[in-house]
């Protein structure tokens, strides 16, 4: 199974750019591109959150046509700049639930279990008990089948301070893990909001942020104050396999042009 996980996109109203000149819509089309032209397809691509900008239905419609132009299916999860009940409603077959937080699963051969962090308009995020709980359950009644949880905001410091104060609140970071630490079949837990890749050891299993579709967070583990750049926009693509487990690989988008070693 190959899951690919896009993040951040960040999609406003067409013809509008954000912070001052990024053209969010743009970047997304490429990296759409980028992922219809894997071989072999993805079964499943990932969109862990930040979906738009400001949660607005008018976004969630421009988001919705953006992605019309993907073959691969696709599953949505709510970041921080998200409104779940706007964009369940925009995409009602694409996002988890038909009222409150956006929690499910997608069966297959690599479970994914999504998880709805997003408190808008607030930036960090949290998860309730009746989640973890929820979570907790969930994880319990498949104990043999490998399993990605999804969750926006990543559950541990980065060390970039300015989105370390917009991260998962303390006490729902430290009730992710102990549900995790108790169901070892969880191969990753992924996440996005850093716009960037970062990897971390976390309850027992492997937790990492993916890279935005867009604008980069600037890595600056100083004190600096928060800044983005240009960096090369790209993707994560998780394979599952039987024999192989869980691989995870990073993947610059655009057209390289692979030339042949013979
Ligand atoms: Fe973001
Ligand atoms: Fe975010």
Request: aromatic share 4%; proline share 8%; net charge negative.
């Amino acid at each position: 199974m190959l899951l690919v996980q896009l993040s951040d996109p960040h999609i406003v109203e067409p013809g509008e750019r954000l912070l001052g000149g990024i053209d969010t819509a743009r970047f997304l089309r490429e990296a759409i591109e980028h992922v219809n032209r894997l071989d072999p397809q993805p079964d499943l691509v990932l969109l862990t959150g930040d979906l738009v900008n400001e949660g607005r239905p008018e976004e969630y419609a421009h988001l919705r046509e953006l992605l019309s132009a993907l073959h691969a299916p696709f599953h949505l999860v709510p970041g921080n700049h998200d409104l779940t009940a706007a964009l369940r409603a925009a995409f009602p077959d694409h996002v988890h639930g038909e009222a409150g937080r956006a929690d499910g699963v997608i069966d297959g051969p690599l479970r994914v279990v999504t998880l709805d962090s997003s408190r808008y308009p607030e930036p960090g995020g949290s998860l309730d008990p009746e989640q973890l709980e929820w979570l907790d359950r969930t994880l319990g009644a498949a104990p043999d089948q490998p399993t990605v949880v999804a969750v926006h905001h990543p559950p541990f410091a980065t060390g970039i301070a300015h989105m370390d104060t917009m991260a998962l609140d303390a006490g729902s970071a430290a009730g992710l893990a102990a549900v995790i630490a108790g169901h070892p079949q969880v191969e990753r837990v992924l996440s996005g909001h850093l716009h960037r890749h970062i990897v971390r050891r976390f309850a027992g299993t492997i937790a990492m942020t993916a890279p935005g579709t867009a604008h980069a967070v600037n890595l600056d583990l100083g004190n600096g104050r928060a800044a983005w750049n240009h960096e090369p926009p790209a993707l994560l693509l998780h394979l599952w396999t039987p024999s192989g487990g869980v691989v995870t690989h990073l993947e610059v988008i655009g057209d390289h042009h692979p030339v042949s070693f013979v």
